[in-house]
């Protein structure tokens, strides 16, 4: 599963419906995390330390959607 810079939503839903898989293989979310943080970012318009913020917690949100999805994965 690729996030290919999606937003939140799109990504969330396909967390969910991966969910009935028994062994899930893997996704990326590398540009769904980073790309519109990044892009305001090389514009100038978010200093260094707003755009980690807001990368690391658009990650979280995903690691958030699928530890809800799938809670005894963890």
Do not use: Q, Y
Not at 18 to 41: K, L, N, V
């Amino acid at each position: 599963m690729l996030g290919l810079e999606a937003p939140d939503a799109a990504p969330h839903a396909g967390l969910r419906n991966a969910t009935p898989c028994p062994a899930p293989r893997g996704c990326t979310f590398g540009r769904t995390s980073f790309a519109p943080e990044a892009a305001a970012w090389l514009a100038g318009g978010k200093d260094d330390a707003t755009a980690i913020t807001d990368m690391a917690d658009r990650f979280a949100r995903l690691v958030a959607a699928w530890t809800e999805a799938r809670p005894a994965a963890f």
